[in-house]
């Protein structure tokens, strides 16, 4: 299985590496990151690079897309050279998946249409603006088509899909091999579970990088 | 707070990334990933590049050294060069971390005397022979020593850190920004709660690998 990872400038970068580390783990698989230009992409943070090996033209007919979130996929939205590499490589994927707002892009790219889908939930809502039924929950199929929450929810999705696509025994096999065996020291990791002062805070926060940028 | 991540080629890519996803998250900390040498490091997968903005000599004093594990740290086990560096970090560091096999980069600097830690379940006995005492928990603190269990628990460390050092506050807006409510799709993540027959495969694999080369 060829899994191509889409990144680029100012992405969340455990969006993509959380899902990396599951899929690399699958025998035989491969995967490849790919970037609108290959070469360095800078994380949303600012204090890391990540290196895309290829450019978007060359990595053709991956048998499954992954594209991740962060703020510096708002450009993405727009680029209709995105845009058509991702309806391309869904034309003959075997899975189309995104992590965190990564699913907005999926979305701009028409390929979320009458789909059930997720995304981080301060964003879930605009799933709407793309046709998609937003649902909140962590990992969400709907045919070939898997959307995680946001950015750690790609670990969940990966072993999701390692388990379909090689099996049980391989997802829990590498489940075992990267120790996941989360043990958070809080239960503040979705705005169901956490204080409401939070999750109003972060809105906030959101509203105003909105209103600002 | 100033954060250096050690990275190298060969690393095991979510043991830096899972921490620092937390950690560049707190308001005002600053993260750096250093290398031996300053530029693009290898996963030990092959399939990406980490870009280590800074060398050893560029870092000097960080409140925070953390390591990460992967098949690429033993050669820095014996680099004079980084152990003391890692010694000379420590020496000022208000708190001294690994993940996953990280903790034997630190053993093998003589940080773990007599000390309580942790490291992968695979790697876990290899810590007496620093004068550590092996603890088979996911996250373990001794002083300001914290040790993290294999590759995904690094975010569960990094998550304690931020409480203790920045407030349990920051901490749970953190969790809730990462959307961190894991819900893996089986429980298989611990040699104690995975099937016998995977966790025997999976040491057989790495006695394979230590024997082959």
Tied chains: 1, 2.
């Excluded at 969400?140 to 990966?158: F, H, L, N, W, Y």
């Excluded at 958070?184 to 990791?189: A, E, K, Y």
């Excluded at 109003?200 to 959101?206: K, V």
Aim: glycine share 10%; with cysteine; hydrophobic share 40%.
């Amino acid at each position: 299985m060829r899994t191509a990872i889409l990144i680029f400038e100012g992405l969340t970068v455990l969006d993509a590496v959380g899902p990396y580390e599951v899929l690399r783990s699958v025998p035989g698989w491969e995967v490849s990151f790919v970037a609108p230009e290959a070469g360095v992409q800078r994380a949303d943070s600012g204090a890391l690079g990540l290196v895309a090996d290829y450019s978007l033209e060359e990595v053709t007919d991956p048998d499954i897309v992954l594209v991740g979130g962060g703020a510096g996929n708002r450009p993405l939205m727009e680029d209709e050279r995105v845009l058509e590499w991702l309806r391309s490589a869904d034309s003959t994927s075997r899975w189309t998946t995104s992590v965190c707002t990564g699913s907005l892009v999926l979305g701009a790219a028409g390929l979320l249409e009458g789909k059930r889908a997720t995304s981080h939930w301060l964003f879930l809502e605009r799933l709407r603006e793309f046709g998609a039924e937003p649902v909140s929950e962590r990992v969400v199929e709907d045919g070939k088509v898997m959307t995680a929450a946001g950015v750690s929810a790609g670990i969940d999705m990966a072993l999701n899909l390692a388990a379909l696509a090689a099996g049980e025994e391989t997802a829990k096999a590498i489940q075992l091999g990267i120790e996941y065996d989360p043990q958070p020291p809080f239960d503040s990791g979705s705005p169901a579970k956490a204080d409401p002062k939070l999750v109003q805070q972060l809105r906030g926060q959101l509203s105003d990088q909105l209103r600002d940028g």
